[in-house]
């Protein structure tokens, strides 16, 4: 059967973590910075090996980002995927125009490529009326896109603006206090994150510790079957890859429900700590990024983050 349509009958078994750091082969770290997929390569010099911003290796991988093949044919679709004008309705979902903006930053976008810059402009525009309500002490009804906004804009570099803190203040509000909330606190875990820490309102802080709570005792638990594949979400219905990285973005520690999490998340990388991208991205997209079914180095990078942050990672195999 192929593996596009190939579906689980049985669980997976768990795999007993390590007693110590998650190992990576060397092999793989070889795969992920291979210049063959230059977005990779720069994503994993940030965000694994953390490589400072002036160093020489990063500096590169980022001049030649928008040459990776995914990349150079999807910027000129973005902006007629945008939504333009205001939403019909401030709760309205994410949509497919937003989602992407969300995978271009994840693929290691920013705002200096233009067409991303454009979007936050849109973006902006877009929900100008309900940033405008909260400012007023309003309480407006909001769903999932105007979350994915408020998140986009952040990694887009409206991190000090004050109308964006206090659009997150009401998200984060809203989550404590409304029963009306989507059943998932990833979306809410990933804006909340994105403040940075002296500019998180008590109202944020406090969001952001009900959240793990409820992640760790309610939601770990109910990801099962086929919310267990891994995948890129982008505004579809998180996977427990999606919520530990919610998680892991969040600060939240281990815990024995964390670690059982993670045993089966491990349990669905090969011998090499490599992931397969077992599920459609959540966006429908004008080029493809990955093969469905075939190992991923995007999904195998969000999950070694999420490894990287409760376990660290060690390489192994190295000279």
């Keep these: 059967m192929p593996a596009t349509v190939r579906r689980e009958l049985t669980p997976r078994a768990t795999r007993s973590l390590p007693v110590g750091a998650f190992p990576v082969p060397l092999s793989?770290?070889?795969?992920l910075l291979s210049r063959e997929c230059p977005a990779a390569r720069y994503v994993a010099l940030r965000d694994l090996l953390h490589r400072p911003a002036k160093d020489i290796e990063r500096r590169k991988a980022r001049q030649?980002?928008?040459r990776d093949?995914?990349?150079k044919d999807a910027l000129p679709q973005l902006r007629g995927m945008l939504p333009t004008g205001g939403p019909s309705d401030s709760a309205e979902a994410t949509d497919p125009g937003t989602s992407y903006v969300l995978l271009l930053l994840e693929l290691g976008c920013d705002a200096d490529v233009p067409e991303l810059r454009h979007a936050a402009d849109l973006l902006l525009a877009r929900w100008e009326r309900v940033i405008v309500d909260?400012?007023?002490g309003e309480s407006p009804a909001v769903g999932s896109g105007f979350v994915s906004a408020c998140r986009a804009l952040f990694l887009l570099g409206y991190g000090d603006d004050t109308r964006l803190l206090g659009a997150v203040d009401h998200l984060a509000r809203r989550r404590v206090t409304s029963d009306h909330v989507g059943p998932s606190v990833a979306a809410d875990l990933l804006v909340l994150?994105?403040?940075a820490e002296p500019k998180?309102?008590?109202a944020v802080n406090n969001a952001i510790s009900f959240c793990i709570e409820r992640a760790r005792s309610v939601e770990l638990a109910a990801m099962t079957g086929d919310a267990e594949r891994t995948g890129i979400p982008v505004g579809d219905p998180p996977d427990l890859l999606e919520l530990l990285r919610g998680m892991a973005a969040a600060g939240a520690p281990r815990s024995p429900e964390v670690d059982a999490a993670l045993s089966r998340l491990?349990?669905?990388?090969?011998?090499?700590?490599?992931?397969?991208?077992?599920?459609?991205?959540g966006v429908r997209l004008p080029v493809p990024l990955e093969r469905?079914?075939?190992l991923s180095r995007w999904v195998t990078i969000r999950a070694l983050g999420v490894m990287q942050h409760f376990l660290s990672l060690t390489i192994t195999g190295a000279p």
């Design 134 to 136: 909260i400012e007023r």
């Design 266 to 281: 491990v349990a669905r990388a090969d011998h090499r700590a490599r992931w397969k991208l077992e599920r459609p991205v």
């Design 69 to 71: 093949a995914f990349v």
């Design 292 to 294: 469905e079914g075939d």
């Design 200 to 202: 998180r309102s008590a």
């Design 193 to 195: 994150a994105s403040v």
């Design 64 to 66: 030649v980002l928008v």
């Design 28 to 31: 793989t770290l070889d795969w």
